[in-house]
């Protein structure tokens, strides 16, 4: 029953964000790249500061009392938004999310595979490495596709 649930809430969340890395590239162009990344995360401190008051159960554990290194992942996502700001005006937002999805795997995988960060083991095997290298492959092939509909005549 949950994973019926989850899967799909998990592609839904995969749209929204190319749709958000597209919407934040083009303000980014307009704007500037840090000006764009600062207002994702200032509408989004707020929702979230209003959710967590409102909906979010209690739990044992505070951000004062949990492992200081658990809070870098705030400062990932800084790096995140501000990368994917800046590359989608530049090679697009199939290539940017694909990128993004390659170095999510790649990371995942090595994650995985050593059990870092409290998570379970799940070794690296061959079908693990055949799909990276499948989104390797999708990923140049994006990227070949920008490359040449950069170098086409403007009415083809």
């Known amino acids: 029953m949950l994973l019926t649930l989850v899967f799909p809430l998990l592609l839904l969340?995969?749209?929204v964000i190319a749709a958000q890395s597209s919407i934040n590239g083009a303000l980014g162009a307009r704007v500037d790249v840090?000006?764009?990344?600062w207002l994702t995360f200032v509408i989004g401190a707020v929702v979230t500061f209003l959710?967590?008051?409102f909906f979010e159960p209690p739990h044992e554990a505070t951000l004062?009392?949990?492992p200081k290194w658990q809070l870098l992942g705030a400062l990932f996502g800084i790096y995140c938004m501000t990368t994917i700001v800046f590359a989608v005006p530049r090679i697009g937002?199939?290539?940017t999310n694909v990128?993004?999805?390659a170095g999510q795997m790649f990371m995942g995988l090595l994650i995985d595979h050593f059990a870092w960060f409290g998570n379970a083991h799940l070794p690296l095997d061959y079908t693990r490495l055949a799909a990276i290298a499948l989104l390797a492959a999708a990923l140049y092939m994006i990227y070949l596709s920008n490359t040449r509909r950069q170098h086409?005549?403007?009415n083809a």
């Open 99 to 101: 990128a993004i999805i």
């Open 93 to 95: 937002t199939a290539a």
């Open 13 to 15: 969340g995969g749209a």
């Open 51 to 53: 959710l967590v008051i």
């Open 64 to 66: 004062f009392t949990v």
């Open 34 to 37: 840090l000006t764009s990344a």
């Open 152 to 154: 086409l005549p403007a």
